[in-house]
């Protein structure tokens, strides 16, 4: 039989781990429990990055290097409310949305031949090999030869940008399927088009996210490179010309907005967009923590 005392004991003992992790529990004030939260320490790094950029270019007093963040806010709000700035980046986001989508349906198609037929991935496999370490940027001369000075060389270049980087990410993806689930699929009767949407796309969704991303992310850059050596299309250049332009005029606090204007853009499709896209279908499905 069990002595009293050494259940009492064990009482005791259990009771003081409660009150052990109890303790630690409370230790976790508000502050702890406020930088738990991803987005609050993103904006505690954002502000600390502004007041070391105010305090520089204040220490260094040369507008014409490197101006100030007030100032540069100033020059940004300023252009928004003459209507510039909208306009420029609403002639960017046109041209690289068409972009963007071309890019991604050609992969799309591109890697549904490549996980149907030998042939399919053999042509992937050595037009990736071929295109993909080519930047995209280098065939903006042959662009303007082929398409003219216009949206369509933009269009195609950025068309470049994507398309390998998805499809590369995709097939990736779907190659790294288990076989269980493809043996799922082979039960259901499942064939074709909708064996992938049904069993490949749902158990690849990380990897082509991370190549839409990915993706987004070379057309982004590569975008405003090319406004940069060109961008007017029918009289209206975008980000990229506001930019250049500016630097030409030398007004460097115009030329810092249009840069503060790309970041913005690009932090909010990237927290935004893709992160409420991870949120809905990755974490959604337990596939990531």
Request: overall charge neutral; hydrophobic content about 55%.
């Amino acid at each position: 039989m069990t002595s009293p005392q050494i259940i009492l004991a064990a009482d005791v003992t259990t009771n003081r781990q409660h009150a052990n992790v109890a303790e630690v529990e409370q230790r976790l004030g508000s502050l702890e429990l406020i930088l738990g939260i991803s987005a609050v320490r993103k904006t505690v790094l954002i502000i600390v990055l502004a007041v070391i950029w105010q305090v520089y270019a204040s220490y260094l007093d040369n507008p014409l290097l490197f101006p100030t963040l007030s100032d540069t806010l100033t020059t940004l709000y300023d252009r928004f409310v003459d209507g510039t700035l909208p306009s420029r980046i609403w002639t960017t986001l046109q041209v690289l949305i068409t972009g963007y989508v071309a890019g991604t349906v050609l992969a799309a198609i591109l890697t549904i031949l490549a996980i149907n037929t030998r042939i399919g991935t053999d042509f992937l496999e050595t037009m990736t090999a071929m295109f993909n370490p080519l930047p995209a940027i280098s065939l903006l001369p042959l662009a303007l030869i082929w398409f003219g000075l216009g949206a369509s060389s933009l269009v195609f270049v950025l068309i470049h940008s994507v398309l390998w980087a998805v499809a590369l990410n995709t097939h990736a993806g779907f190659l790294g399927v288990s076989r269980t689930l493809r043996m799922v699929g082979g039960n259901y009767g499942l064939t074709g088009l909708s064996y992938v949407m049904r069993i490949l796309v749902p158990a690849a969704f990380p990897s082509i996210l991370t190549g839409l991303k990915i993706g987004w992310a070379f057309a982004w850059r590569t975008l405003i490179a090319a406004e940069l050596v060109f961008g007017v299309s029918s009289g209206q250049g975008g980000l990229g010309w506001f930019i250049f332009e500016n630097r030409n005029l030398l007004d460097i606090p115009a030329v810092f907005a249009g840069l503060l204007t790309v970041i913005i853009i690009g932090l909010i499709v990237e927290n935004l967009v893709f992160q409420t896209i991870e949120r809905h279908t990755i974490q959604k499905w337990g596939m990531k923590e």
